[in-house]
């Protein structure tokens, strides 16, 4: 069974950074698509950074110069660096991945891992 596995949400004054960390079950090489999403209370759960099996990233537009995705392909593990942290970035962050190869179709979720940035 493949599992994330989210790790490295805190409580952060504002202006600080976290590095968010999602651990695989499988190697990531299974994925095609690896994703980082938030969500807040009585919204949707957003993309915020994604990076595909090739290294290619993208970002929502309006975090492209806070937000930071990475993978570990040795450590089974891709990361969401976040630097200057503001308020409205509190939330709960999730994991995501789109299997490819002997997982194709299926997609997994982390357990999700909170953010709060406050003083």
């Known amino acids: 069974q493949v599992q994330l596995v989210e790790s490295g949400g805190d409580l952060v004054q504002p202006g600080g950074s976290l590095r968010l960390s999602c651990a695989a079950s499988?190697?990531?090489?299974?994925?095609?698509?690896m994703g980082w999403y938030r969500q807040v209370p009585g919204k949707e759960r957003d993309l915020v950074a994604s990076i595909t099996d090739s290294g290619r990233t993208d970002y929502v537009d309006s975090m492209k110069d806070r937000f930071t995705i990475t993978r570990d392909i040795s450590k089974n593990t891709w990361y969401l660096q976040i630097d200057s942290l503001k308020p409205e970035d509190t939330a709960v962050y999730y994991c995501?991945?789109?299997?490819?190869?002997?997982?194709?179709?299926?997609?997994?979720w982390g357990q999700g891992t909170q953010v709060t940035v406050s003083s």
């Open positions: 995501h991945a789109r299997g490819s190869g002997y997982l194709r179709g299926r997609e997994y």
């Open positions: 499988v190697r990531i090489s299974s994925f095609y698509f």
